[in-house]
């Protein structure tokens, strides 16, 4: 099922391509998953609902040959509309339909929990890369309803060359620290858009019909932010490498490619003590990677805060052009050779592939290796303040000079005094506030499409 609605938004979004649909086009994404008991056996149906300018100008009547030849050969077509009460809370947010399609499974017993899971991983992924259309999954089974919208708050445009414009979710999830200002904690990401690397196609690609120019293009997103907090310490705790089709369609399934990459990669060079590929993941689409750093010092443990956890996420946008390939059907037959043949064209490519994610993670990790570096030098410079300014108060014969001290800081005697340095010159250095204009405010409106929903209207 999965697979289905894989296929049924690479159409769509191939369609939006060939119409020239901005990417600012807003919008709504429904995915409705419902059943419907019969006489014989329970069926399982999916609808497909699309509504606003992403999906303007789509005919449906256009739709159906494609869809009837090649695009769901294991599916049959569902004899029943979803209840219109279910669509009608959808439309009066994004206006009437553009777009909806439905198919059925047979059997419903054939569809296992773990299918919405990744069907919700897959949506989540999609709206990731797809920030402009607001998704919507919802699942009607035995009289319950359950429903997830991947509500996108904060948005980042990221231009490419020759390519058109990507609009990607760089909002941050993590809750800022207890010690951080109100309204003074950034709450998005800042993607960095790498060079663009070209692959050669293999020769059994080839014989299968993939011709043209294919390449990849690398953008970065490290989260969340703390360039407002350059003295903070901070751990990378997991790189996420999510790779997109032409289409801007997530490409899902295991890669052995990149279950291997930590292999290939100097993790030295990048600042890591270790990376290791979490096998929990491999078929949610996104291949994640555990991040080790080397280990702290106790001193140095002792001084910092706890560290903010970041996670890293490397986007490698798949971009194919050939002249040849102006039917909506070729581009179809075109997107399903090249992720058939993705593992063959990045092995074909492993060299040069390697080498250009080295770079990129390198320079997305720049920043946070040369906080790294900085917050060695804070911790060196601390320890030699806090030890003068203690044996300047242990040593002093002055009484008065030594209770004011004692008093200032409210502690007893040295001992605690010791402590009470150490905190305070810790939140006075940790939590040093440098305002940069192009962080994103605590209270962020989301951003609308430029035409109204049916409701605004």
Not at 80 to 90: G, M, Q, R, T, W
Not at 342 to 361: C, D, K, P
Not at 371 to 376: I, L
Request: aromatic share 6%; net charge neutral; hydrophobic share 35%.
């Amino acid at each position: 099922m999965s697979r289905e609605i894989q296929q049924v938004l690479r159409l769509v979004m191939l369609l939006g391509k060939q119409r020239g649909v901005r990417v600012q086009a807003a919008g709504g994404l429904l995915v409705l998953l419902w059943t419907k008991t019969g006489a014989a056996v329970q069926s399982l149906n999916c609808t497909v609902a699309g509504a606003g300018p992403w999906c303007k100008g789509i005919k449906m009547k256009t739709l159906e040959p494609d869809l009837k030849e090649s695009m769901f050969p294991r599916m049959s077509p569902c004899p029943s509309v979803p209840d219109p009460e279910e669509l009608c809370a959808f439309t009066d947010l994004y206006g009437s339909l553009r777009l909806l399609l439905s198919f059925q499974m047979r059997d419903s017993r054939l569809f296992i929990p773990e299918w919405c899971v990744r069907i919700e991983e897959f949506l989540r992924m999609f709206s990731l890369v797809n920030a402009g259309i607001k998704t919507q999954l919802k699942l009607q089974f035995s009289q319950q309803t359950f429903q997830q919208e991947f509500r996108v708050k904060i948005k980042s445009k990221v231009a490419r060359a020759k390519q058109p414009s990507l609009m990607l979710d760089v909002t941050c999830r993590t809750q800022p620290p207890e010690c951080v200002k109100k309204g003074c904690w950034c709450q998005g990401g800042h993607p960095l858009c790498g060079s663009r690397l070209p692959l050669s196609i293999p020769p059994e690609a080839m014989e299968r019909g993939l011709f043209g120019e294919l390449s990849i293009q690398p953008v970065t997103l490290l989260t969340p932010c703390v360039l407002q907090y350059p003295n903070l310490a901070t751990q990378l705790t997991n790189i996420q490498v999510l790779v997109c089709s032409p289409s801007n369609v997530p490409v899902t399934g295991p890669s052995t490619f990149f279950q291997n990459l930590p292999n290939e990669l100097d993790c030295q060079e990048l600042g890591l003590h270790s990376l290791h590929c979490s096998l929990d993941h491999v078929n949610s689409g996104a291949t994640v990677y555990t991040a080790k750093q080397e280990n702290l010092q106790d001193s140095e443990q002792e001084l910092s805060l706890p560290s903010v956890q970041q996670t890293l996420l490397l986007f490698l946008f798949l971009q194919h052009s050939d002249p040849f390939t102006c039917h909506l059907s070729d581009s179809m037959a075109t997107e399903a050779l090249i992720e058939h043949h993705l593992e063959g064209i990045l092995s074909n490519n492993r060299q040069a592939v390697t080498t250009a994610l080295q770079t990129e993670l390198k320079n997305a990790l720049k920043g946070l290796n040369r906080g790294k570096k900085n917050h060695e030098k804070l911790r060196s410079a601390a320890e030699v303040i806090l030890s003068s300014s203690i044996s300047i108060v242990s040593c002093s014969s002055n009484l008065d000079f030594r209770n004011a001290c004692l008093s200032s800081m409210k502690v007893r005697d040295t001992h605690e005094l010791s402590a009470s340095l150490r905190e305070s010159l810790r939140r006075v250095t940790s939590w040093k506030f440098i305002p940069r204009g192009k962080c994103y405010p605590t209270q962020v409106e989301e951003q609308e499409g430029d035409e109204p929903t049916g409701r605004e209207i």
